[in-house]
């Protein structure tokens, strides 16, 4: 068998992909790294299964200065910079290259955006749909948003203009009111956005207490820009916050599923702090608006007591003059009683004592003896009976004197 150099057999398969793919051909596949040098972009092509999600198929291709250049002017720069991240699923006109050193690379020559919107809408739907099964659409919205929501956790890229906007618009805010935030920086953009933000979820559970709300925030961006907030597993984790989320992801006309689940969702971050602002502002008219009602409730009873006394000082004082006037008509029906039953008394008392008198008089000794009877003494001893009488001076009382006898 004959041994070729290295070199030779290189060239022979750098001219049969030379003879078998002479022109540029169409290619899907999702991006598993994307990297960028001197103005060129390295990718790494990947296909997975659909059974595990295991890589089945992987080519390295570039984006040449050059040809990224033209496809800008092809295709809106904000656009093509979406569709080169890590995890875009893409469809991608290549040619195939394959240097005797440096081994077999696609050249990308073309995008198809199109294709990436619509792989982004279908794994939006699918999300949507498997939220919706599960039961969590609305397991945030329904977490009651405190009254005074100014004790803020927020979640946004430290660098973010949005962020800076939110802050710049709480801050400025023209009741004075004061909010307490604490920043937890998470990329909001490209792989490491759903897990930073969900590691900054985790945190923020463990102080929940310290918190009345989470502010999730981050500057404009296209339907590319915003794929992790249409992935199942942030979404998931959005949708358990334990605390209320109110969302500013984004200035696209179609939501993201993150607008979906959470609790509030506002096309941006000044949104975002004007929403919360009002909420104090709609508090403190409301309040107001209670303090001059209880006033003027307060005032009103106390008119109304005032007129309730003044007419229970009126009938009592006619009750008063009322009762005096009927005490006055007792007092002199009593007095002129106790009067009439005084003469009566005296007047019997006065027949009473007349008869005792005249009864008196009937009894008196000398009423007895003017009717011709005597009275015997004999020692100052009244004599009833002859055998009292003893012997010496006796004395006979008659109605008009005395006289005196001797016994024997």
């Not at 939006?124 to 948003?145: F, M, S, Y």
């Not at 906007?165 to 953009?189: C, E, K, S, V, W």
């Not at 941006?268 to 608006?289: D, G, K, N, Y």
């Not at 004999?378 to 055998?387: S, V």
Request: proline share 3%.
């Amino acid at each position: 068998m004959e041994t070729l150099p290295l070199s030779e057999l290189a060239a022979f398969i750098r001219r049969v992909f030379a003879l078998n793919l002479p022109e540029a051909v169409w290619v899907s596949a999702e991006l598993g790294q994307v990297n960028t040098s001197r103005g060129h972009t390295w990718l790494t092509l990947v296909e997975k299964s659909e059974q595990d999600d295991s890589i089945v198929a992987q080519l390295d291709a570039v984006v040449w200065a050059s040809g990224l250049k033209r496809i800008r002017k092809t295709h809106s720069l904000k656009l093509v910079n979406g569709v080169f991240q890590e995890g875009m699923s893409v469809r991608l006109q290549v040619t195939a290259s394959f240097h005797e050193r440096f081994g077999l690379k696609l050249i990308v020559a073309d995008i198809d955006p199109d294709y990436t919107l619509g792989s982004l809408e279908k794994r939006r739907q699918a999300t949507l749909e498997a939220l919706q099964a599960a039961g969590l659409l609305d397991r945030n919205a329904q977490l009651p948003l405190p009254v005074l929501p100014q004790r803020l956790a927020i979640i946004s890229a430290d660098t973010a203009a949005g962020l800076a906007d939110f802050q710049r618009q709480l801050a400025d805010n023209p009741y004075g009111y004061i909010f307490h935030t604490d920043l937890y920086p998470a990329a909001m953009q490209g792989m490491q956005t759903g897990d930073e933000v969900m590691a900054r979820l985790r945190q923020i559970a463990r102080r929940s207490h310290e918190y009345d709300a989470i502010v999730l925030v981050r500057g404009g961006g296209g339907k590319t820009d915003l794929a992790a907030f249409n992935e199942y597993a942030i979404c998931e984790a959005l949708a358990d916050a334990p605390l209320p989320v109110l969302a500013g992801i984004g200035h696209e006309i179609d939501d993201t599923v993150a607008d979906r689940v959470v609790h509030r969702s506002l096309k941006t971050p000044t949104a975002v702090a004007v929403f919360l602002i009002e909420q104090l502002s709609q508090l403190e008219a409301r309040t107001l608006h209670l303090g001059r009602a209880i006033a003027t409730t307060a005032e009103q009873l106390r008119s109304q007591e005032v007129r309730t006394q003044l007419q229970y000082a009126s009938q009592l004082q006619q009750t008063a003059a009322a009762s005096l006037q009927a005490s006055h008509l007792r007092t002199a029906a009593l007095t002129e009683e106790v009067q009439r039953a005084a003469r009566l008394a005296l007047k019997t008392a006065e027949t009473k004592l007349d008869h005792q008198k005249d009864l008196l008089d009937a009894l008196r000794p000398e009423t007895t003896l003017a009717r011709g009877y005597a009275l015997v003494s004999q020692n100052g001893r009244l004599i009833t009976a002859p055998g009292e009488v003893q012997k010496g001076e006796v004395s006979v009382r008659l109605r008009d004197g005395r006289i005196r006898l001797r016994q024997v």
